[in-house]
T-cell receptor
Framework: EAQVTQNPRYLITVTGKKLTVTCSQN?????MSWYRQDPGLGLRQIYY???????DKGDVPEGYKVSRKEKRNFPLILESPSPNQTSLYFC???????????FGQGTRLTVV | KNEVEQSPQNLTAQEGEFITINCSYS?????LHWLQQHPGGGIVSLFM?????KKHGRLIATINIQEKHSSLHITASHPRDSAVYIC???????????WGAGTKLIIKP
């Protein structure tokens, strides 16, 4: 089954404790991206990647890192999480920018 | 002014009604996505349009590139259609996606 798998689904952590949210797709997609969704602000892009070893900043990259060492995986890393990073996070992938996008199930992160 | 505007922001209708959600944009685009976000949070891609019209089951999406406008229609609406519908425009200048704020749809039985 074609899918984008995010883990974990829910995470509560403390300020400053490094965490990684994993994202994996099984469709051989070139393009992957991370979004955060906050009430009243809609979806905002954090980082995107057009291919292996190619990543670029989106609209709200501060406080986040990503890597794309292999095509299927695109982890989101919060080196030192802060409460303002409490949000709902989505990973998405598509073959290219103008093709159908597939989304992960979402990760609800709370930083206390 | 947002580059992508959706209307209405909220819509409540009775089961069976014909639903229209609008998306207008003020920039040049190469494609437009319509997505559905369920109450549980999951997001599903419904359509990706660059011209004309697409249909999938009871859902129809249209786009008029010259008028910078797209619509999502739901025929014979059902309570299970209750969700947030989001449009996102793919800029033709830099391939950035610009997201609408979403339309919250509630279909009452």
């Amino acid at each position: 089954e074609a899918q984008v798998t995010q883990n974990p689904r829910y995470l509560i952590t403390v300020t400053g404790k490094k965490l990684t949210v994993t994202c994996s797709q099984n469709m051989n997609h070139e393009y992957m991206s991370w979004y955060r969704q906050d009430p009243g602000l809609g979806l905002r892009q954090i980082y995107y990647s057009m291919n292996v070893e190619v990543t670029d900043k989106g609209d709200v990259p501060e406080g986040y890192k990503v890597s794309r060492k292999e095509k299927r995986n695109f982890p989101l890393i919060l080196e030192s999480p802060s409460p303002n990073q409490t949000s709902l996070y989505f990973c998405a992938s598509s073959y290219w920018l103008n093709t159908e996008a597939f989304f992960g199930q979402g990760t609800r992160l709370t930083v206390v | 002014k947002n580059e992508v505007e959706q209307s209405p922001q909220n819509l409540t209708a009775q089961e069976g009604e014909f639903i229209t959600i609008n998306c207008s944009y003020s920039v040049g685009i190469s494609a437009l996505h319509w997505l559905q976000q369920h109450p549980g949070g999951g997001i599903v891609s419904l359509f990706m349009l660059s011209s004309g019209k697409k249909k999938h089951g009871r859902l129809i999406a249209t786009i008029n590139i010259q008028e910078k406008h797209s619509s999502l229609h739901i025929t014979a609406s059902h309570p299970r259609d209750s969700a947030v519908y989001i449009c996102a425009a793919l800029l033709d200048s830099n391939y950035q996606l610009i997201w609408g704020a979403g339309t919250k749809l509630i279909i009452k039985p």
